[in-house]
């Protein structure tokens, strides 16, 4: 049974409280990316008090560490509910600047230990779908090129503003590809 919002619990009220500020940091970071992620701009945004961010997130690097998770965490729920072959038709309908947001921190990981573990979170999680996908290991060969491809043409996409064709024909099961072959002028 949920209680009212008045009745909450005080653990209940600060794991809500903490979800905002996670959420607004997310939102944010993937509108204006790091230089717009600051405890001020994130209580502002959660509609809380800036004693809240300070309480929660200790420093701006944990406050980015844990918005980070979040988003991974997000993410790879929504790929999971919808499947890899949705992935197409999920970044279609997906706002662009949310997803420049997730791939400029996975690069920003690059340079900070504490980001690099979600960040690997995050693409191990993406192999595990790519190698159900194919019902292979995850560290096929075969599972790791398809891996490798679908970043590269979803960053194409993202950064080139290309259409998800390719995408779409790869993520195709090969018996309907095999139906409708490709137009070899193409």
């Known amino acids: 049974m949920t209680r009212p919002p008045h009745q909450r619990s005080p653990q209940q009220r600060a794991t809500q409280r903490r979800t905002t500020l996670l959420q607004a940091a997310v ?3 993937t509108e204006g990316g790091f230089p717009a992620l600051t405890h001020r701009a994130v209580a502002q945004r959660a509609g809380l008090p800036l004693a809240a961010t300070t309480y929660y ?3 701006r690097d944990e406050l980015l560490a844990q918005a980070f998770s979040h988003l991974v965490d997000q993410e790879l729920a929504t790929l999971t509910h919808h499947g890899l072959p ?3 038709d ?3 309908h997906t706002d662009r600047l949310h997803q420049l947001g ?6 920003h990981a690059g340079r900070h230990p504490r980001l690099q573990e979600i960040a690997r979170r995050w693409s191990d999680g993406c ?3 790519v190698a159900d996908h194919l019902a292979l290991p995850p560290h096929h060969p075969r599972t790791r090129l398809l891996y ?3 970043y590269a043409l979803w960053l194409e996409h993202l950064v080139e503003q290309r259409p998800l064709d390719e995408l779409r024909t790869l993520l195709t099961p090969a018996a309907e590809n095999a139906s409708h072959p490709a137009d ?3």
């Open 27 to 29: 939102e944010l970071l």
């Open 148 to 150: 490798t491809t679908l």
């Open 127 to 129: 192999l595990a779908l």
């Open 86 to 88: 949705a992935l197409p």
């Open 90 to 92: 999920q970044l279609a």
């Open 57 to 59: 997130f200790t420093n």
């Open 102 to 107: 997730l791939w400029e921190l996975y690069v």
């Open 184 to 186: 070899p002028a193409t």
